[in-house]
């Protein structure tokens, strides 16, 4: 298994999360995003990846839960009409 950062060229870095295994077919899944620059700002740019995915992670739990986390997210830049509609 690849680690979190591969060279890809040069000055170009690939940097991947693991996010656990998929539900319908079992596989693994990552997030993967292609950085350009030095080795040092691709491991720098890898801790704010890792943030990034744990937000995007999908836990275990209800129904509610899940929509609950989709409408937070979601509605940031909303209007109070959308909103309330909503």
Do not use: C, H
Request: aromatic fraction near 10%.
């Amino acid at each position: 298994m690849p680690g979190p950062i591969r060279k890809r060229g040069p000055n170009s870095w690939q940097l991947r999360v693991y996010t656990g295994v998929d539900a319908t077919s079992g596989r693994k899944r990552w997030f993967t995003r292609t950085v350009r620059g030095s080795e040092r700002e691709a491991r720098q740019q890898l801790k704010r990846f890792l943030d990034e995915a744990s937000d995007r992670r999908v836990r275990t739990g209800s129904l509610s839960d899940l929509l609950d986390r989709w409408f937070a997210a979601a509605s940031t830049e909303w209007s109070a009409s959308t909103l309330r509609e909503t």
